[in-house]
């Protein structure tokens, strides 16, 4: 999903007012968008749904605070951020189960636009494998770089504004997309050669 908020009024500060209509209208999409954006960093589908509302009971909980200093989208994703960073720290301080059954990997995902259900099987199959290789190979990619071009190419944030979420110059953030792109190209290209 891309980056597609644009609201006449600023949802959160009319909720800080005291009129939540903008704020509720905000939450299907918000929801969506974000679970796209936690799947894309790598969470399971329910944790991607539970971390979007954590995102926005944050937002809700924090509205009396709220100053409005930037587009509303980019601060979306600036407390997305935090919230995905606060569970990777969460998680890695908790001691992991020891199993022999398979687990969800948890590697990113990528939704597809639905098949044409008249196509023929064989495309199906090359759609599903399609969106399956750049999953894995977005996975692959480090978290920096990843989330530079989940933010730079899937929310179609400008440089100068993931640099600011991030709190990176803008040069590093040119720096991690030109990586990320190259890198991905060269595992769909890797992927491609072993079919």
Known sequence: MSND???????????????????????????????????RQGAGFSEAEDLAQDVLMRMVQRADNYESQERFAPYVFRVARNVWIDSRRR?????????????????????????????????????????????KALASLSPNHREVFELGVMQELPYNEIGSLLDVPIGTVKSRMFHAMRALREQLSASKAQD
């Not at 909720?15 to 939540?20: H, N, T, V």
Request: aromatic share 8%.
């Open 5 to 39: 908020w644009h609201f006449e009024t600023d949802p959160l500060a009319a909720l800080r007012d005291g009129d939540p209509r903008p704020f509720e209208a905000f939450v299907p999409d918000g929801l969506v968008g974000l679970t796209g954006f936690f799947r």
């Open 91 to 135: 998680k890695a301080a908790r001691p992991k189960p020891v199993r022999l059954e398979a687990e969800d990997s948890g590697t990113a995902t990528i939704k597809i636009d639905p098949i044409d259900p008249g196509a023929a099987p064989g495309h199906k199959l090359e759609v599903a494998d399609e969106a399956n290789r750049v999953a």
